[in-house]
């Protein structure tokens, strides 16, 4: 379930919530209405369905905010772009509120994605010598993951590796369109086209797990928010 709640701002628009369950994707806010309500700014806040049941916009104009969110398979996942000044603004008041999106996981959140490839390859050469049982059809090894999803994603950047970790863990193909649909996002919603690919991983951030000097919020917002929602 995804819930989404857009406070009553001045003369401009009322409180909205916007909810979502998986096979419930609407493109009206929970009171039915498209838009901020009877203020003056209403249009300044609304629901723009992109494919019925699969993918809508929120534009929330009046704080400079774009909200995607999209059914993938059995998941739901959001992107979110908005002003540094929005951010810093809602961090001020619940630090809690954007820690994932602003500081990444936690650190006794994080997995080691080395020990993982580690732990696959023993596997496989424990297979190869035991008895031949065919593998489950959902199971990936490292190589035939990353082959799946060059199809999507040809840069080995972060989106890359969220999906070969998804596909490791989960054997869920869905995850790959989730990497996708993440980039894709993010290449309609960012302001700097150069910046589109990310390489840095929570594991290696700075001291105390901030985000590293010089990452425009607006960019972790829109990422984090979305890809690293894949690996919790």
């Given at each position: 379930?995804?819930?989404?709640?857009?406070?009553?701002?001045?003369?401009?628009?009322?409180?909205?919530?916007?909810?979502?369950?998986?096979?419930?994707?609407?493109?009206?806010?929970?009171?039915?209405?498209?838009?901020?309500?009877?203020?003056?700014?209403?249009?300044?806040?609304?629901?723009?369905?992109?494919?019925?049941?699969?993918?809508?916009?929120?534009?929330?104009?009046?704080?400079?905010?774009?909200?995607?969110?999209?059914?993938?398979?059995r998941?739901?996942?959001?992107?979110?772009?908005?002003?540094?000044?929005?951010?810093?603004?809602?961090?001020?008041?619940?630090?809690?509120?954007?820690?994932?999106?602003?500081?990444?996981?936690?650190?006794n959140?994080?997995?080691?994605?080395?020990?993982?490839?580690?732990?696959?390859?023993?596997?496989?050469?424990?297979?190869?010598?035991?008895?031949?049982?065919?593998?489950?059809p959902?199971?990936?090894?490292?190589?035939?993951?990353?082959?799946?999803?060059?199809?999507?994603?040809?840069?080995?950047?972060?989106?890359?590796?969220?999906?070969?970790?998804?596909?490791?863990?989960?054997?869920?193909?869905?995850?790959?369109?989730?990497?996708?649909?993440?980039?894709e996002?993010?290449?309609?919603?960012?302001s700097?086209?150069?910046?589109?690919?990310?390489?840095?991983?929570?594991?290696?951030?700075?001291?105390?797990?901030?985000?590293?000097?010089?990452?425009?919020?607006?960019?972790?917002?829109?990422?984090?928010?979305?890809?690293?929602?894949?690996?919790?």
């Open positions: 379930q995804l819930t989404i709640i857009f406070k009553s701002f001045q003369e401009c628009v009322d409180q909205k919530v916007y909810q979502a369950e998986m096979d419930e994707l609407p493109a009206a806010f929970v009171d039915g209405s498209k838009n901020g309500g009877d203020k003056h700014g209403a249009n300044s806040l609304k629901i723009t369905e992109k494919v019925s049941g699969q993918h809508i916009e929120i534009q929330a104009k009046y704080i400079g905010t774009t909200i995607v969110v999209r059914q993938v398979g998941y739901l996942t959001f992107a979110v772009r908005m002003p540094e000044e929005v951010v810093n603004a809602v961090e001020d008041r619940d630090s809690q509120g954007l820690y994932l999106c602003l500081r990444g996981c936690p650190l959140q994080q997995i080691d994605f080395q020990a993982i490839r580690s732990a696959q390859a023993t596997e496989g050469r424990a297979r190869r010598k035991g008895p031949s049982l065919p593998a489950p959902e199971a990936f090894t490292y190589e035939t993951a990353t082959a799946k999803c060059r199809e999507k994603l040809p840069v080995e950047d972060l989106y890359f590796q969220s999906c070969v970790f998804d596909l490791l863990t989960t054997g869920d193909v869905n995850f790959m369109l989730a990497a996708y649909y993440a980039f996002d993010v290449k309609m919603l960012h700097n086209k150069d910046k589109l690919h990310l390489y840095e991983r929570t594991r290696v951030l700075t001291p105390g797990n901030v985000a590293p000097t010089g990452t425009h919020p607006t960019l972790w917002v829109a990422l984090l928010c979305l890809c690293w929602l894949c690996l919790l």
